[in-house]
């Protein structure tokens, strides 16, 4: 599960095409995440490619494959992309929460770090379409022991957040044993990063 932390874009990129008679016109523009994070987009034309990796950069495009790259403020972009803006989901949330060996009870450290992300995924409010709650288990033990611990530990943190309000049916959960570990190992051996929840709320 740990791949889909891979699937957090650095920027996002909003892009708009402007029919404008008689030719048509693409702008792309780099927009900050809200911690800062800026990313890269590569436009590619029949002309060439033309890489901007800076806030706010722009490239606008014409029919035939002529490229412009300019520089916009962020008022700029608000005024531009007003409405896509306005209907923009939030990004995902991903975190990963730790658990005792061999049972369901969570580490010190991520009782601790629970109120955090549960305060967290409820500032979405109503922005909440699912959640996907996914445990796993280190390799000691045998296969239907740790696909067992894996699902009681996803359901433990389930509770935690119907309690704060999430509805069940916004909820999935699985075990997954120790199918993907964060962490290879040889069988029965003991690591607890692999010994986890992860959570995708969307």
């Not at 700029?76 to 658990?99: G, S």
Request: glycine content about 8%.
């Amino acid at each position: 599960m740990n791949k889909y932390l891979f699937s957090i874009f650095t920027a996002v990129l909003l892009l708009v095409i402007i029919n404008c008679a008689p030719r048509q016109k693409t702008l792309v523009v780099v927009v900050p995440e809200k911690n800062g994070k800026v990313g890269a987009v590569t436009v590619t034309t029949p002309s060439g490619e033309t890489r901007i990796n800076t806030a706010y950069a722009a490239v606008r495009t014409e029919k035939g494959g002529r490229t412009e790259t300019i520089q916009l403020s962020e008022q700029d972009v608000k005024t531009i992309f007003n409405a896509a803006l306005n209907v923009r989901p939030d990004p995902p949330l991903f975190f990963t929460l730790y658990f005792l060996e061999g049972k369901d009870e969570l580490t010190r450290e991520s009782k601790q770090r629970l109120p955090d992300v549960l305060a967290e995924i409820s500032r979405r409010g109503g922005n909440i379409s699912e959640v996907t709650v996914v445990g796993h288990t280190d390799s000691v033990g045998k296969m239907d022991y740790n696909d067992g611990l894996s699902l009681q530990r996803a359901l433990r943190v389930v509770d935690e957040l119907v309690k704060i309000g999430i509805e069940s049916g916004a909820i999935s959960a699985a075990g997954r044993g120790d199918r993907d570990p964060m962490v290879p190992t040889e069988d029965q051996v003991s690591e607890p990063r692999n010994r986890r929840v992860e959570v995708i709320v969307r």
